[in-house]
């Protein structure tokens, strides 16, 4: 199927300090887009790829799991690796699950961590039900487009196929066990009022990682999509002044965007 138009993948290959940026469940790099072109306007090198499943029609992420997002964002950080001298991982809701995972699991790697709205678990009672539902519903109502800022909407599915939600449960609860193995750096931004992923998903996080460097953000005037909600230009400036205070060497102009 063919990438809906503003789901594309971004790249831009500026200078030794690269930043990965990974998307939400059931949205698309288009949630990210401003945030990422921010970063490259400042010599970041930046990656937001588009994960598995997403960006075409949700019947597309039915067929994928956790093992494919994870995966994909994981060969990402090897190759943002190859050409950058410091990396630093980021993500929004379970994009941020994801980049927890890879500060688990690759260590010095990874310099830094900038999470928005992390998930830590499929909640509601029909999150235990996902096992046998999900063999029976083939979906269930969309989470996209959970933004306070009028006329403002998330490129995402309006359907969340519960195979690929019951994945994510899944990859979830593992991850919760492997958090204690992020000792890097973290800055963690939460919105104050989020439809999607309540506040105790953070407090979660925030009890669980090893990391002694922490940042806890509250955005006051958005809801789950903060990357595109009023807090977006204080989510891209927060994040940078991050990756500036550990990679002081950013600043570098690089080469034009890819798209």
Not at 43 to 67: K, N
């Amino acid at each position: 199927m063919p990438v809906l138009p503003g789901a594309e993948p971004y790249r831009h290959d500026g200078g030794e300090v690269g930043v990965l940026l990974c998307h939400g469940f059931t949205g698309s790099p288009q949630s990210l887009r401003p945030w990422a072109e921010h970063l490259a306007a400042h010599g970041l090198s930046v990656s937001l790829p588009l994960l598995p499943g997403h960006g075409t029609r949700w019947e597309d992420l039915r067929a994928t799991g956790w093992e494919d997002w994870y995966a994909h964002v994981d060969r990402e950080l090897f190759q943002l690796s190859e050409r950058c001298e410091r990396v630093f991982v980021a993500g929004l809701s379970m994009g941020g699950a994801l980049a927890l995972r890879l500060a688990a699991k690759h260590g010095e790697r990874v310099a830094g961590v900038v999470v928005v709205n992390p998930a830590n678990r499929v909640h509601g009672l029909a999150a235990h039900a996902l096992p046998v539902v999900r063999h029976l519903v083939p979906s269930t109502k969309g989470i996209a487009s959970d933004i306070a800022k009028g006329a403002t909407t998330e490129l995402g599915y309006d359907r969340v196929p519960l195979h690929a939600a019951h994945s994510l449960r899944r990859f979830l609860r593992m991850l919760d066990g492997e958090l204690p193995q992020v000792m890097q750096p973290l800055l963690l931004l939460r919105s104050a009022v989020d439809h999607v992923v309540p506040a105790a998903d953070s407090a979660r996080v925030l009890s669980r990682v090893s990391s002694t460097d922490v940042t806890e953000s509250v955005l006051e005037q958005s809801y789950h999509v903060a990357t595109l909600d009023h807090d977006a230009d204080r989510i891209a400036e927060e994040s940078l002044a991050f990756v500036d205070r550990l990679a002081p060497r950013v600043g570098e102009e690089g080469t034009a965007p890819v798209g």
